[in-house]
């Protein structure tokens, strides 16, 4: 199957500060890639979607001057947590899907700590 | 709204037993529905996409059925093996929408 990339896989930060995190699709163009979050024992919560070249589209509650989303190529989507605080500490995991089949395909996560 | 229910939450079984994993959902316009598998501490890796068209998919001992009529799915995985043991969970595609909405999920225990 497709193969989804994050990096990095953990980031430790200080509050206050911002923190970038990579979503690359490897081997295929990616015309939507999705951003979740997941805490301890829950569900995936879809944070936002993005498309290539235009303004990323936040779920309802999510802040986004505080969650930045930037979808520059059809392989990478970047999303920058800006003025980290300690809540914001979590497993954040992306997507991608790509024409015909729209199959979503998942990178591995990545841990963020806020100390 | 659509909602995605998995049953049971949890299962326990014993290695080598055959075993289905439940998953229903609400409104039956959708797009296609995947099964996913999680590892603690990892993201999800794709099992079975099946689109609206279609009746059931097949990979190795893994076999997933649609009726999309009933709003039901079932995962089928023959002779469980203890590296089976992860979180399961279906998701269903909307029609209409490129977002995918997930069932809570269904822990699976394989005992050696």
Not at chain 1, 95 to 106: D, K, L, N, R
Not at chain 2, 80 to 100: F, H, I, M, N, W
Request: hydrophobic share 30%; net charge positive; charged share 15%.
């Amino acid at each position: 199957g497709a193969v989804v990339s994050q990096h990095p896989s953990r980031v430790i930060c200080k509050s206050g500060t911002s923190v970038k995190i990579e979503c690359r699709s490897l081997d295929f163009q990616a015309t939507t890639m999705f951003w979740y979050r997941q805490f301890p024992k829950q569900s995936l919560m879809l944070m936002a979607t993005s498309n290539e070249g235009s303004k990323a589209t936040y779920e309802q509650g999510v802040e986004k001057d505080k969650f930045l989303i930037n979808h520059a190529s059809l392989t990478l989507s970047t999303l920058t947590v800006t003025s980290a605080h300690p809540e914001d500490s979590s497993f954040y995991i992306c997507s991608a899907i790509t024409p015909p089949s729209y199959e979503q395909y998942f990178g591995p996560g990545t841990r963020l700590t806020v100390t | 709204k659509q909602e995605v229910t998995q049953i049971p939450a949890a299962l326990s079984v014993p290695e080598g037993e055959n075993l289905v994993l439940n998953c229903s959902f609400t409104d039956s316009a959708i797009y296609n529905l995947q099964w996913f598998r999680q590892d603690p501490g990892k993201g999800l890796t794709s099992l079975l996409l099946i689109q609206s068209s279609q009746r059931e998919q097949t990979s190795g001992r893994l076999n997933a059925s649609l009726d999309k009529s009933s709003g039901r799915s079932t995962l089928y995985i023959a002779a469980s093996q203890p590296g089976d043991s992860a979180t399961y969970l279906c998701a269903v595609r909307p029609g209409g929408s490129e977002k995918l909405v997930f069932g809570k999920g269904t822990k699976l225990t394989v005992n050696p």
